[in-house]
């Protein structure tokens, strides 16, 4: 079946620091590729989606790639602020087109 | 202004009792689907519904009865309530069953069974 990785389950950074957050999917199809963020007490809200069309998507600053070859999908921002402070989860939508599948998550937390 | 509500926010629960989980969403949507997240496990899909129509359902037990009374409500009934029921459970739309939209999702109910 579908999975998804997230290997990194807290990341600590300092303002204006790069964001790197891996995340590897296993899938029989060309899935569509989501990264959601979930700020404390609230539900998941989408940040950016990407198909096999596009390949990129960018959004408030965060940019991933659709990597096929490694079956890659990791969310990048070149400089976070203490407010992006949450946890982001990377997932992917079945080939029904409906069913999404989440990574574990990983917990960002900016200092001031 | 939420676009989809769930309540209540917070609930607890004993081990055995009943209990409905409500939600509703004003997006126009076709769609709705019951997530939960605990805290050993990812956000994990439980059921889809498309026009009032159950078209997944993921859950392999059957205390977890979804219950689609308009267009726009997929309330979640889960019976003989345990422990490990205890969760956050979120409720989730888009616009239609397919097509690989990203489903926007409400602030969830968080459960505790006692």
């Known amino acids: 079946g579908d999975s998804v990785t997230q290997k990194q389950g807290q990341v600590t950074l300092s303002e204006d620091d790069f964001l790197f957050i891996n995340c590897t999917y296993s899938t029989t199809t060309y899935p569509t590729l989501l990264w959601y963020v979930q700020y404390l007490g609230q539900g998941p809200q989408l940040l950016l989606k990407?198909?096999?069309?596009?390949n990129k998507g960018i959004s408030r600053g965060f940019e991933a790639t659709y990597d096929k070859g490694t079956t890659s999908f990791h969310l990048q921002k070149a400089s976070v602020q203490e407010s992006d402070s949450a946890v982001y989860f990377c997932?992917?939508?079945?080939?029904?087109?409906?069913?999404?599948?989440f990574g574990t998550g990983t917990s960002l937390l900016v200092d001031p | 202004d939420p676009k989809i509500i769930q309540k209540p926010k917070y609930l607890v629960a004993v081990t055995g009792s009943e209990k409905i989980l409500i939600c509703e969403q004003y997006?126009?949507?076709?769609?709705m689907y019951w997530y939960r997240q605990s805290a050993k496990k990812p956000l994990e899909f439980m059921f889809s519904y498309s026009y009032q129509k159950l078209m997944d359902n993921q859950t392999a037990s059957s205390r977890f009865q979804p219950q689609s009374s308009k267009k726009n409500h997929l309330d979640l009934q889960i019976t003989a309530l345990k422990p490990d029921d205890s969760a956050t459970y979120f409720c989730?739309?888009?616009?239609?069953?397919?097509?690989?939209?990203?489903?926007?999702f409400g602030e969830g109910t968080r459960l505790s069974v006692l």
């Open positions: 990407v198909t096999t069309a596009n």
């Open positions: 997006l126009g949507h076709n769609a």
């Open positions: 997932a992917l939508v079945n080939n029904m087109g409906y069913k999404l599948t």
């Open positions: 989730a739309s888009s616009q239609d069953g397919n097509n690989n939209q990203a489903p926007l």
